[in-house]
């Protein structure tokens, strides 16, 4: 979902702006809303210290002591991958404003049809990033012809039997032939998953209590999963932050 910064210090302009937004998010069924507009970067920058939002509609030149730029730089401090889009007339501003790597830059005066092509190409990218993001957060398991996608925040454990492995999610259990040595890579990158035993890897979102004495961990599922002694001090770390 956009949400949608605006700053112009001409409030006529600013509410013909806030218009055309609220009409392109309506006519081209963007998901997205306008969460704060202001003819006051300062009063904008107070805003952002508390809201996160991810696009920022700036006019460059703002009749204040600070002006768009200046706003846009301390908003790139903080917030990388916000769109920014600066508003003016002058130009010359044009490549002073890479600096703050803007997403677009508009000429006033701005038209709808300029602003729809902006909100439109804001969000196939904002959709593209977070397709790319769940596709990273997302594993194949893979069971005779049927290949399942399992997001790897909705798996609980991973249990070898022999051969044959049991990945318990949060859904119920898939079962697939491949090895523990396997998943433990391609998991790797999110850190929370944990080797504890030679038979089972277990998500530390779902750990509700870790039994050393009986070198067993409970599951907020209610599932038992075993701590091998192999594994033992590396569970007992875990256990003692």
């Not at 996608?149 to 044959?164: C, F, H, P, Q, R």
């Not at 504890?196 to 039994?211: G, W």
């Amino acid at each position: 979902m956009l949400q949608i910064v605006i700053c112009e210090d001409n409030v006529e302009y600013l509410n013909l702006i806030a218009g055309y937004v609220k009409r392109i998010l309506k006519l081209k069924n963007i998901p997205g809303e306008i969460v704060y507009a202001s003819v006051h970067p300062d009063e904008v920058e107070t805003f952002l210290i508390c809201h996160d939002v991810n696009v920022l509609l700036l006019d460059i030149d703002l009749k204040a002591k600070q002006t768009g730029y200046d706003l846009a730089l301390k908003i790139r401090e903080v917030n990388s991958d916000a769109y920014l889009v600066f508003i003016s007339e002058h130009l010359e501003y044009v490549l002073q404003s890479f600096k703050a790597r803007p997403f677009d830059f508009l000429p006033k005066p701005v038209t709808q049809n300029r602003l729809s092509i902006c909100l439109e190409s804001i969000w196939k990218d904002y959709c593209r990033k977070n397709a790319s993001n769940d596709l990273n957060n997302t594993i194949q398991i893979k069971f005779g012809t049927t290949v399942y996608y399992i997001k790897k925040n909705d798996i609980v454990y991973i249990a070898a039997y022999g051969n044959k492995l049991e990945v318990k999610t949060i859904d119920g259990i898939i079962s697939c032939y491949d090895t523990l040595k396997s998943f433990e890579g391609k998991l790797a990158d999110s850190g929370q998953f944990i080797r504890c035993h030679k038979s089972f890897i277990v998500n530390s979102m779902y750990i509700r209590e870790i039994r050393l004495k009986e070198m067993e961990i409970h599951m907020t599922t209610g599932d038992i999963c075993y701590i091998g002694k192999k594994y033992r001090m590396r569970i007992t770390e875990l256990s003692n932050p």
